[in-house]
């Protein structure tokens, strides 16, 4: 009931930029938290990012001073800097969620955006 979608993913050459997008609807009364997941081929699925109601957010190391993770509302960011190679993989959503009636909590995914950063 609750959906997650994402956008702006893309190719970019090492050293650009991308910025992601992932908007939350459907029958919401408070996000607990949102995140940004990656996964390259062969490998798994790791945390990027995260942000929680309160506006503090955690990076993976291999992130750190490059990408920023931001919020508004029902919409969560991550701003991806100075990009490299070992970037590329399939960005996924995620968020908990507490719905409508207040008992309900939703922990979804969305279907992912693909990031392909060249050498």
């Known amino acids: 009931q609750v959906q997650l979608v994402e956008s702006g993913g893309g190719l970019v050459q090492a050293g650009g930029s991308l910025r992601l997008a992932c908007t939350a609807s459907?029958?919401?009364?408070?996000?607990?938290?949102m995140g940004w997941y990656r996964q390259a081929p062969g490998r798994q699925r790791e945390l990027v990012a995260t942000i929680t109601s309160d506006g503090s957010s955690n990076y993976v190391d291999s992130v750190k001073g490059r990408f920023i993770i931001s919020r508004s509302h029902h919409t969560v960011y991550l701003q991806m800097n100075s990009l490299k190679p070992e970037d590329t993989g399939v960005y996924y959503c995620n968020s908990d969620i507490v719905g409508i009636p207040t008992t309900r909590r939703y922990n979804d995914w969305g279907q992912g955006t693909q990031v392909t950063v060249s050498s």
């Open positions: 459907g029958p919401i009364y408070h996000i607990m938290s």
